[in-house]
């Protein structure tokens, strides 16, 4: 309603509109697809955990966060690998921490050692005072120095500017992330030697394990712009791709009208990959979290995701109901690719009346 009403006729078609009460979408139109909602049933609300759950993973206990900073024992092992004590380790959003740090850290070479809501140690650095390599390198460290800690990632923050015309985060963001503590669908798709590629910080998120390869994005035009390109390099494997802009640039932001262009944007881009879509092929459309742009704060949101499901030959609208994880999703793709169970998660392959690609 902030926006005056969303045009999204393909998510619409896909039964977006049947899951919430959405101003612009029409609720009766008829559907192709499964759609339904999905609840996250692991403690937490930050895109590690949520696409751990959706590949299958369910975390018994949260990531630890750190409101207050980082204990002084943890700051001080880390000022022993930067070889200098950090600026920060305070909770706070990345633009206000270059405003109050940037200077100094200008002035002294410190890095800036700052968390936020979610389980993360970022270490922001202007990419003329600690180049890239030797950042990613502190970073690598870091990684290995808080994970007694149980800390989700280590996020390098590379920025550029000066005084005089202000600070910006750079494109080169990098995260180290804890691996995942069990098994995967991407652990049982690499045991059966069917490739998976990743699009976005996909790699970052599962530190890597069980991607064949992956491509950075700077934003979701790249990130679109990239799904197509390997969708037609790939002859048979999963896809798996984050994008960004929803989160990082619209949601934390509370940019309403950025979040509505964005999901619009994405909504027109659909028919090109519809188009590249063979029968057999499987495309389902969800989230690793809330990031309300709409809610006060900065915060994710902790909410249902949605699932659209769509093969080229379905033809009838499939209600998949209010999930109870989102691993439901990687159970369903776990039975689809013929592998064998996941821990978490029952498989909603015989509602949408799919045959495996196998």
């Not at 896909?14 to 909602?37: F, H, N, T, W």
């Not at 800036?112 to 970073?139: K, R």
């Not at 197509?228 to 390099?233: H, I, S």
């Not at 027109?268 to 709409?294: Q, V």
Request: negative net charge; glycine residues 10%.
């Amino acid at each position: 309603k902030q926006h005056g009403g969303l045009s999204l006729p393909n998510l619409e078609r896909l039964g977006l509109g049947r899951l919430a009460a959405i101003d612009g979408l029409d609720s009766q139109i008829p559907v192709i697809g499964g759609y339904g909602r999905m609840a996250e049933r692991s403690p937490g609300k930050d895109s590690i955990t949520g696409h751990w759950e959706l590949a299958g993973l369910v975390l018994a206990d949260p990531f630890q966060t750190f409101a207050e900073g980082f204990p002084p024992e943890l700051v001080a092992g880390f000022g022993e690998i930067a070889g200098m004590q950090p600026l920060g380790n305070v909770s706070a959003n990345g633009l206000s921490i270059l405003k109050t740090f940037g200077p100094e850290h200008l002035r002294t070479g410190r890095p800036i050692l700052y968390t936020s809501v979610d389980s993360v140690f970022q270490i922001a650095a202007h990419e003329e005072v600690i180049p890239l390599p030797q950042l990613y390198e502190l970073c690598s460290k870091a990684r290995r120095l808080v994970d007694p800690y149980r800390i989700g990632r280590v996020i390098a923050r590379p920025f550029t500017g000066n005084l005089q015309e202000g600070f910006r985060r750079s494109v080169h963001r990098k995260d180290f992330a804890m691996p995942p503590t069990a098994t995967t669908l991407l652990d049982l798709l690499a045991d059966a030697v069917i490739p998976v590629v990743g699009v976005g910080k996909v790699e970052d998120l599962f530190a890597g394990r069980g991607l064949n390869c992956s491509q950075r994005t700077h934003d979701n035009e790249d990130g679109m712009a990239s799904i197509l390109k390997l969708w037609d390099e790939m002859e048979n494997g999963l896809l798996l791709a984050n994008l960004i802009d929803f989160d990082m640039v619209y949601g934390h932001r509370n940019d309403v009208p950025g979040f509505a262009r964005a999901i619009e944007d994405f909504d027109g881009w659909l028919p090109e990959l519809f188009a590249r879509m063979r029968p057999g092929d499987l495309l389902m459309i969800s989230a690793d979290h809330g990031c309300d742009p709409t809610t006060a704060g900065s915060d994710h949101t902790r909410e249902y995701v949605p699932i659209l499901a769509f093969e080229p030959q379905m033809c009838e609208a499939v209600d998949l109901g209010t999930r109870t994880t989102f691993a439901d999703a990687g159970a369903t793709l776990a039975e689809f690719f013929g592998l064998g169970r996941l821990k978490a998660g029952r498989s909603f392959l015989s509602s949408l009346d799919l045959q495996s690609p196998e």
